[in-house]
């Protein structure tokens, strides 16, 4: 990638709905639903939101930048700036490489549900134990996980990258509307109206220092940070687009689609189970939980069922797509790989290291690392150690070694910056004192689930 043949974005447009692509994926609407429903929903979104419009944008703002400055993904970015800083491009580079695996697995889930509902076998699937029943299997997770992985790499393979944009524009229009219209419809839902309240009025009492681990967690998983992508995209964009606005709206497209999802979800998940928490706070099924049996409510919800699961395998496509390129051109770049053997390598190490992921829940059962299952413990390393890791050196590196005047500059090649002040405060003092903060929570959580 570290190349002169640099290609970049045609414009603004272009730049923030690749970003949007690559941000708007199972993050937004399998993730964030199920984190805003265990974690106490109004006082989730609450403090995601304040994250969101803080840290959310001052990162984004400086990995954007760094890269429009050097013209270098993350590895090179770092380096070219401060030799000693070179290992933090590494750091990040590791984030998808750990993510693509269960990602994919996911990714699996979706596709095995799109299938069953094309079938015919939608409302099967609103059944009490159909998502148990199908993640504790064994051949089924695995067949659909390869599956899943096989198609990103067919597209990196055969890097349709045009192709995806232009899907991209007329796809993602169609994923908020038929959100919308869900989200809608869960809402009027008998006894939804107390999830609605759940979800969007903040109760103090439930405020703690695990709802901001989780918040940021998802924040920055949700917005591709603190894992190199944003350089690398950065990379590509043109020094007259506008950098303050585009990561405005970026932000804006992000959130408004996890906004939505927990409509679609939160609600309809509180009407079917009365508010019980533990139903609530019952993590990464929520979602294959829930819909379903919304679809199986609706006046025809085998076809609504079909167009969703479609849209929401497409959005996560587009992501994993993302992902698994990323590390395609750093095997290219650093290993001096062809871009074949590259995404064969890739693919064979994805999975290996998913199908401990795909199993986890059924034979292995019995394993956990550190108390979670294999999954849920490549998910909290990446998100809730790697990358508030990632993220406290960034700001580091930006506050103390380059200054933030070197991105502001940048910043202002383009426009005036207008959210200067509060960009040099976040990144100097309070992201780097809070990221710590959480850094300690985490990892004390995880010797606390490990006593278990
Ligand atoms: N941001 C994506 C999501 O919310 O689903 C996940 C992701 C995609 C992370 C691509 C990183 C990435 F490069």
Known sequence: ???????????????????????????????????????????????????????GFALMTAEIALGRKTKLSAIGAFKALNNKFAFLGYLAALVPIIILPYYSVIGGWVTKYLVTFISGNGLNAASNGFFDAFISSTGEPIGWFLLYLGLTALVVLFGVEKGIEKV????????????????????????????????????????????????????????????????T???????????????????????GIAFIAGLMVVPAAYAFSGGDPAELGKGPGLMFDVLPKI?????????????????VLFAALTSSISLMETVVSIFCDKLKMGRKTACLAVFILSVALGLPSALGYGVLDGIKIIGFPFLDFFDFISNSIIMPIVAFLTCI?????????????????SSKFRRKKLFVIVIKYIAPICIVAILISSVLDAFEIMKI
């Not at 609407?29 to 006082?43: D, E, N, V």
């Not at 995209?233 to 990561?247: A, D, I, T």
């Not at 590196?397 to 090649?413: C, R």
């Open 397 to 413: 590196f930006i506050g103390y070694i380059i200054k933030p005047k070197a991105i502001i500059d940048e910043v202002e090649l």
């Open 168 to 231: 991209s524009k007329i796809m993602m229009p169609i994923l908020i509307a038929l959100s919308l219209f869900i989200a809608v419809y869960s809402i009027f839902m008998p006894g939804a109206i107390d999830g609605v309240l759940y979800y969007i009025t903040p109760d103090f009492r439930k405020f703690s220092i695990t709802t901001v681990l989780a918040a940021m967690g998802q924040l920055f998983y949700s917005m591709s940070l603190a894992m190199g992508i944003m350089i």
């Open 295 to 311: 679809f199986d409510n609706m006046y025809g919800g085998q076809i609504i069922g079909t167009l969703f699961f479609i849209l």
């Open 1 to 55: 990638m570290e190349n002169n043949k640099r290609s970049s974005f045609t414009g603004k447009l272009g730049f923030v709905l690749a970003a949007a692509g690559s941000a708007v994926g199972l993050g937004n609407i399998w993730r964030f639903p199920y984190l805003a429903a265990k974690y106490g929903g109004g006082i989730f979104l609450l403090v995601y939101l304040i994250l969101a419009v803080t840290f």
């Open 233 to 255: 995209y950065g990379s590509y964009m043109k020094k007259k687009v506008n950098l303050e606005s585009s990561v405005g709206q970026i932000e804006i497209f992000d959130t």
